[in-house]
């Protein structure tokens, strides 16, 4: 198979084009394709060409002022929360696109905002159609002596919640597939 992925940011795109090539071997490395384009043209430009696609959003990115006593980085964050599900909503909706029937779709954020998350879930689940939800419960009991999940999350998501020591969280993620 082929292993598509892509970066906006330049110095996103530069760092993820150095992880990939220290962790993949030689012969898998021409399987992969890093790109820098606009995420809510993908959809457009590539249609129903991907059987599964992560959507690892830009978000407020919550762990970088949680933990933190900078107040000038955290109003900055509160205040961009404000335009970012916006965005997140384009992403998806050309990840939509993008994707086969059939396919699977997963959707990420480093955040705790629920403007960030399950509202842009929901919006799109309200307005597409042909997305449904996909139940990761079994996942979330999998990996559940590890981390603590938020509780009263609906079956298709999952809220990873910070922990001081830990280096994760907090981290959401839903799963939807396309009919």
């Not at 898998?28 to 129903?48: A, F, M, N, Y």
């Not at 002022?65 to 900078?70: K, N, Q, V």
């Not at 205040?79 to 599900?85: A, C, F, H, P, V």
Request: proline residues 4%.
């Amino acid at each position: 198979g082929q292993f598509h992925c892509n970066e906006y940011d330049d110095l996103r795109s530069r760092w993820l084009k150095q992880t990939i090539e220290s962790f993949i071997p030689d012969p898998l490395i021409d399987l992969i394709t890093v790109s820098k384009l606009d995420g809510r043209k993908l959809g457009d430009l590539h249609p129903e060409l991907y059987d599964k696609i992560l959507v690892d959003a830009p978000c407020s990115n919550d762990r970088s002022w949680l933990f933190s006593s900078d107040s000038q980085q955290a109003t900055l964050r509160l205040i961009q929360r404000k335009e970012l599900s916006s965005l997140q909503f384009q992403l998806l909706r050309s990840a939509i696109k993008a994707l086969r029937p059939g396919g699977s779709l997963v959707y990420s954020t480093c955040t705790l905002s629920k403007a960030e998350n399950s509202d842009v879930i929901n919006l799109i689940l309200n307005s597409c159609s042909n997305i449904v939800p996909v139940d990761i419960r079994e996942m979330a009991k999998a990996v559940s002596q590890e981390f603590t999940f938020l509780s009263g999350t609906q079956q298709h998501e999952l809220m990873v919640l910070p922990e001081k020591g830990r280096t994760w969280g907090p981290m959401y993620v839903a799963k939807l597939k396309k009919m």
